[in-house]
T-cell receptor, first 114, second 118 residues
Framework: NAGVTQTPKFRILKIGQSMTLQCAQDMNHNYMYWYRQDPGMGLKLIYYSVGAGITDKGEVPNGYNVSRSTTEDFPLRLELAAPSQTSVYFC?????????????FGPGTRLTVL | QKEVEQDPGPLSVPEGAIVSLNCTYSNSAFQYFMWYRQYSRKGPELLMYTYSSGNKEDGRFTAQVDKSSKYISLFIRDSQPSDSATYLCAKGEVAANAGGTSYGKLTFGQGTILTVHP
């Protein structure tokens, strides 16, 4: 298994540009999450999904959108990039609520908005 | 008050030292506790988890939870340069969104950067 994969690894955007951060998992996990990590701030939840077709907002959703058309994929969309969205973005997945909630993280996407 | 507060560090210790990493939490709803380790430019990976108060040991690592004082700790014995990383404590719970759908929620501390020098 490849686990959780994310593309691209790095990206520089200009203010106002749009992009989609890709996330895929091959573990057949129901739950998927998007976090952002800023220096000294820990991980903040942006959006999550409990299954294909079902998504919901996390702690910091403004400026982002998600979709979940398949179990495997959970892309994150930035519509109008702003400098405040400069961060490292992590996607994570977990199999279900019955387990103790280990989330498996991808390697991250480093985004800079200039 | 943040739900999970972590001593920010950074910490720099010599090889072989005992390391203590600490977090406090608020909100006493049913929950479990986890420590994630994150190497530079990598994603976090689960190091240890525990549901209850007391100690849980795994090799050189011991996770300690004191629910009465809402304090969680990670101890690393005989620290090695390979332990150099950011350590994130997290509180886990089963939450529900506005529509009543349950999901597993993790709330992370700010992270502590640990450097173990030879």
């Amino acid at each position: 298994n490849a686990g959780v994969t994310q593309t691209p690894k790095f990206r520089i955007l200009k203010i106002g540009q749009s992009m989609t951060l890709q996330c895929a998992q091959d573990m057949n996990h129901n739950y998927m999450y998007w976090y952002r990590q800023d220096p000294g701030m820990g991980l903040k939840l942006i959006y999550y999904s409990v299954g294909a077709g079902i998504t919901d907002k996390g702690e910091v959703p403004n400026g982002y959108n998600v979709s979940r058309s398949t179990t495997e994929d959970f892309p994150l969309r930035l519509e109008l990039a702003a400098p405040s969205q400069t961060s490292v973005y992590f996607c994570a997945s977990r199999p279900g609520l019955a387990r103790y909630n280990e989330q498996f993280f991808g390697p991250g996407t480093r985004l800079t908005v200039l | 008050q943040k739900e999970v507060e972590q001593d920010p560090g950074p910490l720099s210790v010599p090889e072989g030292a005992i390391v203590s990493l600490n977090c406090t939490y608020s909100n006493s709803a049913f929950q479990y506790f986890m420590w994630y380790r994150q190497y530079s430019r990598k994603g976090p990976e689960l190091l240890m988890y525990t549901y209850s108060s007391g100690n849980k040991e795994d090799g050189r690592f011991t996770a300690q939870v004191d629910k009465s004082s809402k304090y969680i700790s990670l101890f690393i014995r005989d620290s090695q340069p390979s332990d150099s990383a950011t350590y994130l404590c997290a509180k886990g719970e089963v939450a529900a969104n506005a529509g009543g759908t349950s999901y597993g929620k993790l709330t992370f501390g700010q992270g502590t950067i640990l450097t173990v020098h030879p």
